[in-house]
Each structure stands twice: as structure tokens, then as C-alpha cells.
């Protein structure tokens, strides 16, 4: 069985939207030494030794920067972190709730070349799902936040853990007055 890890999450501010990217990986799949690979700053590294294979993802977009509290991303880690915490225990929708979108004119050519790549490879992948099935199908395909989210994509005040169910009242904090899960459920 697969363990999905989250090693970064970034926003990324173009042409007037806002990008959440997640990186994220199998804690079971490698890669080989002798291939590119695109970091935790989104540059192009060459790799000499085997390591964990890990990919970006864009998530979601939105025309401004909204606040990631009411997605499936705000929930306890047994939810959706596997077995390791991302970013030293922070909540995903917390994290990035917290950071400033990063402008897309900041970023180096390397780094725009690889954001560019990523952004082609979800908004592909939305109009082929949307074509196909008349809707976005999968998990990790793009979100658009400024429009209503489908149930699975949204928030939930409760989670079933081996045959436990959670409620964030007993596993909340509190950010700018917005609940978030705390990570550290079990």
C-alpha cells in the first residue's frame, strides 16, 4: 500500500489568479540517479543518487487569494497525510493559508518554466476530465475556488479513523477566526 507524503506547498500569483501547489510523493516509489527533477523552489535539479520519487500538483486556483479553511486540505493528518506530517505538523489549508502568494514575475526563468509546465499539465488535464466525464473526476486534478466545490473537495467536521469518529470541536485551532483540524489527532 502507497503512503502519500506532502513535502511542500506553494502559491504562485499569475495573470491575475492565485495557484495552490502541493508537492507530494509516494513514500513507496523511487526514482533512479541521473534524471531531472524539479525541487521544494519549483528549479530543475539533477539527480546523482536514487531518492523518493515526488511530484507538483496544482490543486486549486482563484482570482484572489482565498483562504483554504473550507477544502478537504483543512483535516487531521490521518485523513489524507498518511503517516508522516507535512510541513513540521502544520495543517496543509493552514499552511498556506499563512503564506503570501508568491508573483510569478519573481521567479526565476527556471522556475517560471517549471510553473508554466505544471499549470499546461492541469489545465490538460481539467479539459480532457471535462470532456470526458463533464466534470472534473479525479482528486488531485484543479479546483476552481471561486466556484462551488464538490463534497469530497469540501471541509468536514467529521472524520472516521478505525472505526473512530473525530469532531473538530475536540481537535480545533484557531487562526484569524477561521477553525482549522489540528494535525496531531491521534
Known amino acids: 500500500m502507497a503512503i502519500e507524503l506532502y513535502d511542500s506547498a506553494k502559491k504562485i500569483e499569475k495573470d491575475g489568479n492565485v495557484y495552490y501547489m502541493l508537492m507530494q510523493g509516494s513514500k513507496n516509489c523511487f526514482m533512479y540517479g541521473g534524471q531531472n527533477y524539479i525541487d521544494k523552489d519549483l528549479r530543475t535539479q539533477w539527480s546523482t543518487n536514487e531518492m523518493r520519487e515526488r511530484d507538483w500538483n496544482i490543486r486549486f486556483k482563484s482570482k484572489g487569494n482565498r483562504l483554504l479553511a473550507d477544502t478537504y486540505l483543512n483535516c487531521p493528518k490521518f485523513s489524507m497525510y498518511g503517516n508522516i506530517l507535512f510541513g513540521n505538523g502544520y495543517n496543509i489549508a493552514l499552511y498556506l493559508d499563512n503564506k503570501a502568494p508568491t508573483k510569478y514575475e519573481e521567479l526565476d526563468t527556471d522556475q517560471q518554466d517549471n510553473f508554466d509546465r505544471e499549470l499546461n499539465i492541469a489545465e490538460t488535464r481539467l ?15 484543479m479546483r476552481d475556488l471561486d466556484q462551488e466545490l464538490p463534497e469530497e473537495r469540501q471541509f468536514k467536521e467529521k472524520h472516521e479513523y478505525c472505526g473512530t469518529e473525530y469532531h473538530i470541536n475536540d481537535y480545533k485551532t484557531e487562526k484569524d477566526g477561521r477553525i482549522y483540524w489540528k ?4
Not at 127 to 141: L, N, R
Not at 183 to 186: F, S
Open 183 to 186: 494535525c496531531d489527532v491521534l
Open 127 to 141: 479539459a480532457q476530465e471535462i470532456k470526458e466525464y463533464g466534470a472534473p473526476k479525479y482528486s488531485d486534478t
